[in-house]
């Protein structure tokens, strides 16, 4: 083939890619091989179609559930991230955040447009390396301020989680609120604390932003509910994930569950791992380091900076690591971190400096700040002491107590059908079938990193589906 033939080639190739691309923009859900040809338009035949689906696998642009006749392509949904403002490097600090000058080398190193920084994927020693109780992103004056800052009239002696429940109240909606404008949501502070107390969503709110709030007020509750049992283990995060991904992701089963399949960072050079056994591995390590670390403000830092980077789920990694961060200071009884204060832009720039240059520095003075805003904040409280289904939203405390029903009472399937057949007829007529369909498919999509939000113990689930797959 001569060189011009071939670029030739190669063009009709991109063009095919291109359209069928275009075309997965009409499959949120999923399409077969026949499907995306059909909306491509392309007049080629079906082997060259699923070649070229293959090479966007390759790419990391589609992934592939089934085989043969159930085979489906799917789009890879990049995590979500804010689109960036421009920030102009700071002399000495950001709003009241102050930024030591390797932050503001950070800072400079972004500045140029993500699209012309260099390609970059997952560094593997940049956990490997750091050694527990030796390698400390926060300097001993850093440790032993925080200490001094966060303390509370706590008993030492008391259970893990005291503190948090005298002030959960607040704690909620604070956390609620902030860790949701994080990611881009538009509820007012006011707005957060109507939803949470009466269950009443804003006007002209998204069903995500609602669902969003709601699901951190459950995950928030989980964390301090079960202090003592809570901790940089399996159970916690994957069910801490399934707390905050509720709803919110097209797979049912995936709130909970580790991704095997890549992930892109909108406006980042960076790209995460893709090897789901890989994936596994790291996040296994992460945990095992986080759980060796004492102190526990480098723990919940230690979170922040791991979790994002490695992108353990499919989406909601930073949320995940802002509620893990504080595991660590619920079981000490210190004071909570709630982002009080932290701009959006910045804490996205601290991130990127983390996937793409693997830097913690910036990262670093952020978390300093939330946690001395938040000290500050509670300081006056200890003295006073897949887009979401608003039908779900509109059902969800029925829905938290037909499946608690069912799990506690370890109902085999015909003894839950009933259970929830004669709950639905408690309904509006319009909505028995749906409610029904609601339930059924939430019971089957449960598995061992999504139970807990259902407020479950490992036991009693581990009865329930033995009764249930009999």
């Known amino acids: 083939m001569s060189q011009t033939m071939a670029i030739s080639y190669q063009k009709t190739i991109d063009r095919q890619l291109e359209a069928i ?30 070649r070229r689906l293959g090479k966007l696998i390759e790419r990391g642009e589609l992934r592939l559930s089934g085989t043969k006749r159930t085979a489906k392509y799917y789009q890879i949904q990049s995590e979500k991230a804010p689109v960036l403002a421009q920030v102009e490097t700071p002399k000495s600090s950001f709003g009241e955040i102050i930024l030591s000058s390797e932050s503001r080398e950070i800072l400079n190193a972004l500045s140029v447009p993500f699209d012309k920084r260099a390609p970059i994927g997952f560094n593997r020693k940049f956990v490997d390396n750091y050694r527990p109780n030796i390698d400390f ?15 509370t009239t706590a008993d030492p002696n008391q259970p893990a989680g005291t503190y948090a429940r005298h002030i959960l109240q607040r704690l909620l909606i604070d956390l609620s609120w902030n860790s949701s404008r994080l990611e881009g949501n538009t509820y007012s502070l006011l707005d957060t604390e109507r939803l949470l107390a009466e269950g009443s969503p804003a006007p002209k709110k998204t069903a995500m932003e609602t669902q969003m709030i709601l699901n951190h007020k459950e995950a928030i509750e989980f964390i301090v509910r079960d202090g003592d049992e809570i901790g940089f283990n399996r159970y916690t995060l994957l069910n801490l994930h399934a707390f905050l991904a509720n709803n919110l992701l097209p797979d049912p089963a995936a709130p909970g569950r580790l991704r095997t399949y890549g992930v892109g960072i909108s406006n980042s050079a960076y790209r995460p791992i893709i090897i789901p056994q890989l994936i596994e591995e790291m996040f296994e390590t992460i945990l095992t380091k986080a759980s060796a670390i004492i102190n526990p403000h480098e723990q919940a830092l230690f979170a922040m900076v791991q979790l994002p980077y490695l992108q353990p789920f499919e989406d909601v990694n930073k949320r995940v690591s802002r509620l893990a961060a504080n595991i660590p200071l619920n079981r000490h009884n210190l004071v909570p971190i709630s982002f009080i204060g932290v701009p959006e832009d910045l804490y996205i720039k601290g991130l990127l400096g983390v996937y793409e240059l693997n830097r913690t520095e910036l990262l670093k003075d952020i978390f300093l700040q939330a946690c001395r805003s938040s000290a500050d904040r509670y300081a006056v409280v200890r003295q006073t002491i897949g887009e979401p289904n608003p039908f779900r939203i509109k059902y969800r405390q029925v829905l938290q107590e037909v499946i608690s029903q069912i799990i506690t009472g370890a109902m085999d399937q015909p003894e839950a059908s009933i259970t929830i057949k004669a709950r639905a007829l408690r309904l509006p007529g319009m909505d028995h079938d749906r409610f029904i369909e609601l339930v059924e498919t939430e019971l089957l999509s449960l598995h061992e990193g999504n139970f807990a939000r259902y407020k479950i113990t490992p036991g009693e689930f581990t009865r329930w589906k033995q009764a249930w797959n009999k």
């Open 137 to 151: 992103y926060l300097t001993a004056a850093e440790r032993e301020q925080l200490a001094k800052d966060t303390s």
């Open 21 to 50: 691309k275009e075309a997965m923009q009409q499959f949120p859900n999923g399409a077969s091989s026949e499907e995306i040809k059909a909306a491509a338009g392309l007049n080629i035949e079906l082997r060259t179609v699923q």
